[in-house]
């Protein structure tokens, strides 16, 4: 099966090492095409256009930055003749409502929509244990599941069209909830001269223990975010997001307004390319 990747970033890029690795014939596309070229000494056939890797694929996976990128992507006059018959596998973070209007320009399009975001990060796509929720036809999940099942243990199906983007936005929340709720923790622990040790002993015994919180904490405690395998600035898109779906359910976004308000603060001190765990100073450490 030939599978072309659309948006080769952190995790583009790893998904595309790992397909290469199971066995697929990979090709890939990025708009800054210097970034993609270390994956032309793996073996990987470098596009020149989106139109060209469209062509190449029997699946197309697209990691894009969000939902107007994808659509400047494919349908253009040059790009979308080329998805006639193929199958489009959307993986990043968009919105319900966005993922339904893209199903429909792609089938109104002669090809076939899938989506299919993912839950965690690089070390994960490296070891194919990547949370896939795909959302779409049935059958058409199930003509995916060579791709799905090399980058996930047990990808699920969610349901139609939008409730697997639905489910991904709410995990998303629980990464800006979490990371939130723990740096105002380990800020006070810090700030009243506590031993943080002492602190994460009686955190992990407790039914509010997250695993998160002890990966994270090294980057907390010695303020170093870099080799980020999330940078804050994808976080703060994401929030953005949330608030406005959850905002048009009727929910109450306050909680995520003050998350994207600290993530601005941090991204304005610098940390917008630092791994999303830099929201602790903003938080924790009051910028």
Same mark, same amino acid.
């Given at each position: 099966?030939?599978?072309?990747?659309?948006?080769?970033?952190?995790?583009?890029?790893?998904?595309?090492?790992?397909?290469?690795?199971?066995?697929?014939?990979?090709?890939?596309?990025?708009?800054?095409?210097?970034?993609?070229?270390?994956?032309?000494?793996?073996?990987?056939?470098?596009?020149?256009?989106?139109?060209?890797?469209?062509?190449?694929?029997?699946?197309?996976?697209?990691?894009?930055?969000?939902?107007?990128?994808?659509?400047? /992507?494919?349908?253009?006059?040059?790009?979308?003749?080329?998805?006639?018959?193929?199958?489009?596998?959307?993986?990043? /973070?968009?919105?319900?409502?966005?993922?339904?209007?893209?199903?429909?320009?792609?089938?109104?399009?002669?090809?076939?929509?899938?989506? +299919? !975001?993912?839950?965690?990060?690089? !070390?994960?796509?490296?070891?194919?244990?990547?949370?896939?929720?795909?959302?779409?036809?049935?059958?058409?999940?199930?003509?995916?599941? !060579?791709?799905?099942?090399? $980058?996930?243990?047990?990808?699920?199906?969610?349901?139609?069209?939008?409730?697997?983007?639905?489910?991904?936005?709410?995990?998303?929340?629980?990464?800006?909830?979490?990371? /939130?709720?723990?740096?105002?923790?380990?800020?006070?622990?810090?700030? +009243?001269?506590?031993?943080?040790?002492?602190?994460?002993?009686? $955190?992990?015994?407790? +039914?509010?223990?997250? !695993?998160?919180?002890?990966?994270?904490?090294?980057?907390?405690? +010695?303020?170093?975010?870099?080799?980020?395998?999330?940078?804050?600035?994808?976080? $703060?898109?994401?929030?953005?997001?949330?608030?406005?779906?959850?905002?048009?359910?009727?929910?109450? /976004?306050?909680?995520?307004?003050?998350?994207?308000?600290?993530?601005?603060?941090?991204?304005?001190?610098?940390?917008?390319?630092?791994?999303?765990?830099?929201?602790?100073?903003?938080?924790?450490?009051?910028?």
């Amino acid at each position: 099966m030939q599978v072309s990747i659309l948006g080769t970033g952190l995790l583009g890029s790893e998904i595309a090492i790992r397909l290469k690795a199971q066995g697929f014939a990979v090709s890939a596309w990025n708009r800054t095409a210097d970034k993609a070229a270390p994956l032309a000494t793996l073996g990987i056939r470098l596009s020149q256009t989106p139109a060209a890797a469209i062509a190449d694929a029997d699946v197309v996976v697209l990691l894009l930055a969000d939902a107007a990128a994808i659509a400047a /992507t494919l349908f253009t006059d040059e790009t979308a003749p080329a998805l006639a018959g193929r199958v489009i596998v959307q993986m990043g /973070t968009i919105a319900p409502a966005q993922s339904r209007t893209l199903s429909e320009r792609v089938a109104a399009a002669g090809g076939a929509y899938l989506e +299919a !975001p993912v839950l965690g990060s690089l !070390p994960e796509a490296r070891d194919g244990k990547l949370l896939v929720m795909a959302g779409g036809d049935q059958a058409l999940y199930e003509r995916c599941l !060579p791709v799905l099942e090399a $980058l996930s243990q047990a990808p699920r199906h969610i349901g139609g069209v939008g409730q697997a983007a639905a489910l991904k936005l709410a995990m998303n929340q629980l990464i800006a909830g979490l990371t /939130t709720s723990f740096s105002l923790s380990l800020g006070l622990v810090r700030q +009243a001269g506590l031993d943080v040790e002492q602190f994460m002993a009686v $955190l992990r015994g407790s +039914a509010l223990y997250a !695993p998160t919180f002890d990966k994270k904490l090294g980057k907390y405690l +010695a303020h170093d975010y870099a080799s980020a395998n999330f940078p804050l600035k994808h976080l $703060l898109k994401d929030v953005r997001l949330m608030e406005d779906v959850m905002g048009e359910a009727g929910l109450d /976004t306050a909680l995520l307004a003050a998350v994207a308000a600290a993530a601005e603060r941090a991204i304005d001190a610098g940390y917008g390319d630092a791994d999303y765990a830099a929201l602790y100073e903003a938080i924790g450490q009051g910028l």
